[in-house]
């Protein structure tokens, strides 16, 4: 049986760059477009492969700046042929526009009563669909920072997914109540698709992400899955993530693994078919899926280049 691969985009304004006090056409440019290698190139990317991509767009900033932006984004996915669900950055309901991020509400959705989440939602998921997406049926809280109550809400508002459970990121910000190193998606009020993860050392988990892992240790991911039958596979990246920290010029490291994710992607699709959520593709519940074991020689390579890509590639 094939294994179904999320390869997700969160996709959503850096809150950094209203911190610095940039115009929206800033704002707009280094967090979705910067440096020729966003959105844009990412989905022409996808396109030239032949992969699905799910893009978890938040149009919170929309509170801010008018849907104007948040529609642009809505756009320019559906006209590449991709699928857009919901994310949600709950820090910019509190927000104000020009005061270099003075005001903020929570960034973290978890600290959220159950009811305040349920307002969230619905303020995120009508927004979304004013600015001309389908009704999402999957979500993504933003820096993964989702409860049981952030579940309990979703399925009350009729949602079927939520792919918030991120082992390396729990519990300090990932905070539903599954073991960290769950990778197989299982009902929990929804469906919930964890975030793919590989153990990078004994006891130590690190998150399937291109500025995470390198070309090699994602290929080994990938092929762990396969070989082991996993239910699934949930890859994240976001839209900046191929530029440096700036906006302002492409990091080649991580352009280079993306490009080799795809690459990879297409030669094992009949082993690791990309999925949209919107397939509602068969996923086997409750398994024991196991995440990538360590592996000394891939840790040392992957330091070298993440090195290379600190000091160098971002600096270029």
């Not at 109550?149 to 009729?158: N, R």
């Not at 010029?249 to 280079?256: D, F, P, T």
Request: charged share 20%.
């Amino acid at each position: 049986m094939a294994t179904p691969v999320f390869l997700t985009v969160d996709t959503e304004f850096a809150w950094r760059y209203h911190a610095a006090g940039y115009d929206l056409d800033t704002i707009y440019m280094r967090s979705l477009e910067p440096a020729g290698v966003g959105l844009t190139y990412q989905l022409g990317e996808l396109a030239r492969y032949g992969l699905k991509a799910c893009f978890f767009v938040d149009p919170m900033p929309a509170v801010l700046f008018g849907l104007d932006p948040v529609r642009r984004m809505v756009d320019t996915i559906l006209a590449a042929g991709q699928e857009v669900q919901l994310h949600l950055h709950a820090n910019w309901t509190g927000a104000t526009r020009g005061d270099h991020g003075a005001t903020f509400g929570h960034f973290a959705l978890y600290k959220y009563s159950l009811a305040e989440q349920v307002d969230l939602l619905v303020q995120a998921r009508d927004l979304l669909i004013a600015a001309g997406a389908p009704a999402p049926i999957a979500f993504r809280a933003g820096s993964y920072a989702a409860n049981d109550d952030t579940l309990t809400a979703l399925a009350s508002l009729g949602f079927v997914y939520d792919s918030s459970h991120n082992g390396a990121e729990a519990p300090e910000m990932s905070r539903i109540g599954l073991s960290p190193r769950q990778v197989a998606p299982i009902e929990r009020r929804v469906i919930e698709v964890p975030v793919t993860v590989i153990e990078d050392s004994p006891g130590r988990l690190r998150t399937f992400q291109l500025c995470a892992l390198s070309v090699g240790e994602s290929y080994d991911a990938l092929e762990h899955a396969a070989v082991s039958g996993h239910a699934a596979v949930t890859i994240v990246s976001h839209g900046f993530e191929l530029a440096n920290r700036r906006g302002t010029r492409a990091n080649m490291v991580h352009v280079r693994r993306f490009r080799a994710l795809c690459a990879n992607l297409a030669e094992m699709r009949d082993v690791l078919p990309t999925a949209h959520f919107a397939d509602r593709p068969d996923l086997p519940l409750d398994r024991a899926d196991e995440p990538l074991a360590p592996d000394r020689l891939r840790k040392r390579w992957r330091q070298a280049e993440q090195l290379w890509s600190n000091w160098v590639a971002e600096r270029a």
